[in-house]
Nanobody, 115 residues
Framework: QVQLVESGGGLVQAGGSLRLSCAAS????????MAWYRQAPGKQRELVAR???????NYADSMKGRFTISRDNAKGTVYLQMNSLKPEDTAVYYC?????????WGQGTQVTVSS
């Protein structure tokens, strides 16, 4: 099992920045991919960014150039640096880990961007 705990969410004005962290514990040695998803009220959960074991990354189109995902394997932590935030980025952000074909989820952290 993998346990994921997110932190770093909060309220920020449009144009501001936030850095989310996700600490993984448990059976983290064979996690293949770690990712951030988000879910806004009334909308489906969507992929924000993911990072693979080798370090390669990919992003949703609307986040390219504004968000950066990174990973510290020694600490078992993944980060999401979010810059130039917009009100439409308001959502609950979830950390995800894919291990052995099984998805693991954190409890989510709220990000609210005011206009």
């Amino acid at each position: 099992q993998v346990q994921l705990v997110e932190s770093g969410g909060g309220l920020v004005q449009a144009g501001g920045s936030l850095r989310l962290s996700c600490a993984a514990s448990g059976s983290i040695f064979s996690i293949n991919v770690m990712a951030w998803y988000r879910q806004a009220p009334g909308k489906q959960r969507e992929l924000v960014a993911r990072i693979f074991n080798g370090g390669s990354t990919n992003y949703a189109d609307s986040m390219k150039g504004r968000f950066t995902i990174s990973r510290d394997n020694a600490k078992g932590t993944v980060y999401l640096q979010m810059n130039s935030l917009k009100p439409e980025d308001t959502a609950v952000y979830y950390c995800n880990a894919l291990r052995g074909g099984t998805n693991h989820w954190g409890q989510g952290t709220q990000v609210t961007v005011s206009s």
